[in-house]
């Protein structure tokens, strides 16, 4: 578990140095993904089948205990809202037509790349 855990963190703080380093206009821990799933991918290739299996049993135990506690991550999000509540009455209204209005477009984006793969991975022959 404390090696998985080590995995996980170490991608997170990878990713948190390329993006301050580097001024990339991203967050740090989706680069770390991108490397921890990168990580994932090619690790087959070098180790025995059975470590890797020992890995991602460990890694995915691990990865469990933290989602289960996911919650918790969110309190200092709810402090730091109770904090500025001023600011939310002062922009609430276009803080809330910003997240319905990016939500929407979050949609419709993942509704239209979902329609163009599915027609540009079709069986040739096959009908819509």
Do not use: N
Request: proline share 5%; net charge negative.
């Amino acid at each position: 578990m404390l090696f998985a855990l080590t995995i996980i963190l170490t991608c997170q703080l990878v990713g948190e140095v390329l993006v301050r380093g580097s001024g990339l206009p991203m967050p740090g821990p989706v680069i770390g993904m991108v490397l921890l799933l990168a990580i994932l991918a090619i690790r087959g290739r070098f180790l025995p089948s059975t470590t890797v299996a020992e890995e991602a049993g460990s890694l995915e135990t691990t990865s469990r205990g933290l989602l289960a506690h996911l919650s918790l991550l969110f309190v200092p999000a709810g402090v730091g809202v109770i904090e500025h509540l001023d600011v939310f009455a002062t922009y609430g209204l276009a803080l809330a037509a910003s997240v319905v209005l990016s939500t929407v477009a979050a949609l419709l984006a993942t509704a239209v790349t979902f329609v163009a793969a599915a027609r540009w991975f079709r069986a040739p022959g096959e009908e819509a």
